[in-house]
Structure formats: structure tokens, C-alpha cells
Nanobody, 124 residues
């Protein structure tokens, strides 16, 4: 299994950009598809972006296409989520998760391991 740790969240003005990181200290990271999910207060956890094991195939929720970019560096055991033009609606706890489905997935039930989450706050 992998143990994921997210970093990079914070209080960010609307319109600014931010990069989240999801890192693992083990040796199996490159065998897992990785996705980012987010959960706002009172809402269900939702898929945001995903990447396959090689980093060549990516997938995005329609609501974030064009503003979010997911990438991975297997040599550093890290997946990144770059967010441009932050909006108040992006405020949430962001989680990364690992799946044995090598092409990645959007389904929460496909994921074996989850990080603890990192909070993004966008003042209105």
C-alpha cells in the first residue's frame, strides 16, 4: 500500500494560483493511479482530476477543465495538482487517493489509500 500526504493548501485570494502536492514515501507509488477529490462543507466528496501510472493519461471533472492540471513525477513519488484562477467555489478540503486501477478512476470505491487532506480557503 501507499501512504499519501497532501501539502500546499492555504488561504488564497480569488484569481490566484496554487499547487498541491501528494507524496508517498514508499516504493509502490508508481504502480498506482492517483486522483484528487475535494469535499466542501455540507457536500459530498467529488472527483476533481486523475492521472494514470505513467502520467500520460489524465482526466478532469468538467467543472475544473481548463483551470486544473494534474501531473506526476514518479522519481519523486509525487503527484501535483495545479490550480489557476481560484474561485470561491474551489474552497474545500482536497484529498489525493491511490487506486490499483493503473489507468486511474473517478469512483471513490476504487481507491485503497487516502491522504489526510489539505484545506483550500478562498475568501469571497
Amino acid at each position: 500500500q501507499v501512504q499519501l500526504v497532501e501539502t500546499g493548501g492555504g488561504l488564497v485570494p480569488a484569481g490566484d494560483s496554487l499547487r498541491l502536492s501528494c507524496a508517498d514515501s514508499g516504493r509502490l507509488f508508481s504502480s498506482y493511479g492517483i486522483s484528487w477529490f475535494r469535499q466542501a462543507p455540507g457536500k459530498e466528496r467529488e472527483f476533481v482530476a486523475g492521472v494514470d501510472v505513467s502520467g500520460t493519461m489524465t482526466d478532469y471533472a468538467d467543472s475544473v477543465k481548463g483551470r486544473f492540471t494534474i501531473s506526476r513525477n514518479n522519481a519523486k513519488n509525487t503527484v501535483y495538482l495545479e490550480i489557476a484562477g481560484l474561485e470561491p467555489e474551489d474552497a474545500a478540503v482536497y484529498y489525493c487517493a491511490a487506486t490499483r486501477t493503473t489507468k486511474g478512476s473517478r469512483n471513490l470505491t476504487d481507491f485503497d489509500s487516502w491522504g489526510q487532506g489539505t484545506q483550500i480557503t478562498v475568501p469571497v
